[in-house]
């Protein structure tokens, strides 16, 4: 089992920017891969950026793509979102999820834990 704790939101000018951490424990975490997921007041959640157990590989949702990076410290079992350049429509509760299966996927379906999410608030 695996369990994961998110931090770092908040409130933030559009422009602003914040960096979100999630530290998990459980199972070794080097061993699987992690994304990050938002989901807006009324919407469905949605995927954000992933990233693969060594860090050698990222995927950006286009939405963030050049303004957000994703990394991780397998050291600190943590998983990082840098999130640079925020505008309104980032405004979100923001989960990392873990994928144990290494399916490497964009899609909910392919994460077996997430955690209890963060919010982020960008004003206009």
């Known amino acids: 089992q695996v369990q994961l704790v998110e931090s770092g939101g908040g409130l933030v000018q559009a422009g602003g920017s914040l960096r979100l951490a999630c530290v998990a424990s459980?199972?070794?975490?080097?061993?699987?891969?992690m994304a990050w997921f938002r989901q807006a007041p009324g919407k469905e959640r949605d995927f954000v950026a992933r990233?693969?157990?060594?860090?050698?590989?990222?995927y950006y949702a286009d939405s963030v793509k050049g303004r957000f990076t994703i990394s991780r410290d397998n050291a600190k079992n943590t998983v990082y979102l840098q999130m640079n350049s925020l505008k309104p429509e980032d405004t979100a509760v923001y989960y990392c999820?873990?994928?144990?299966?290494?399916?490497?996927?964009?899609?909910?379906?392919?994460?077996?834990?997430w955690g209890q999410g963060t919010q982020v608030t960008v004003s206009s």
């Open positions: 990233i693969s157990k060594s860090s050698s590989r990222t």
């Open positions: 999820a873990a994928d144990l299966l290494g399916l490497f996927s964009n899609t909910e379906r392919a994460y077996d834990y």
């Open positions: 459980g199972r070794t975490f080097s061993s699987y891969a």
